[in-house]
């Protein structure tokens, strides 16, 4: 039962942890309806089983399932995809952003979020990885704009990553936007 709610959480169980899943809406529903639950109150995964108390346990079993499901990874290197004509530079393979950009060419048009995903070799040899998610609706906002605020303190990715969050004025409605 455990197992299946995990893959239920389908792309998030790349970063679930046993805290991070029993906040998710749709893992605690699934949980409620496998259990029966009636009361005011969400389940545990003691709940669920008596050994599920001990969050070590539990992790054991999501670090084993992501390992499964995840087999290559989660980063740049994720996946094996070849989509080189999405990619301006392929002489290295990252079919994980690759994959990134296979999943959004399957949107709408106005849907389109992961801009492109693209290696560059730095003057000293080094490979910097690029990627660049935004609207399509956001980057009219961006060519329109005036003033710029970069925060680079923005950190929704962790690791080796670093990422930046823009921000603008609108004037039109007398706020910022984060583009």
């Known amino acids: 039962m ?4 995990l893959i239920s959480l389908d792309w998030k169980l790349a970063d679930a942890t046993p805290r ?6 749709g893992f605690v529903r699934g949980l409620r309806h496998a259990l029966g ?6 389940p ?8 599920l108390g001990n969050m070590d346990h539990a992790c054991r079993y999501i670090n084993d399932l992501q390992a499964q499901s995840f087999s290559a990874g989660t980063g740049f290197e994720g996946c094996n ?3 080189s004509l999405f990619i301006q530079v392929a002489e290295v393979p990252f079919s994980g952003a690759k994959l990134l950009v296979q999943k959004d060419l399957e949107v709408s048009d106005d849907n389109h979020y992961v801009c492109c995903a693209e290696t560059h070799r730095l003057d ?11 609207y399509p609706v956001m980057s009219g ?13 923005f950190k929704w990715v962790h690791d080796k990553w670093q990422e930046f969050e823009i921000e603008t004025w609108d004037d039109i409605h007398m706020r910022c936007k984060n583009i």
Request: charged share 20%.
């Open 44 to 51: 545990s995964l003691f709940d669920l089983h008596p050994s």
């Open 81 to 83: 995809f070849d989509l």
């Open 124 to 134: 000293d040899g080094t490979l910097f990885f690029l990627i660049i998610c935004m």
């Open 20 to 25: 991070k899943i029993l906040i998710d809406s």
């Open 37 to 42: 639950w009636d009361k005011p109150y969400d």
């Open 2 to 5: 455990f197992k299946s709610l």
């Open 141 to 153: 906002y961006l060519m329109q704009s005036k003033f710029l605020s970069i925060d680079t303190s």
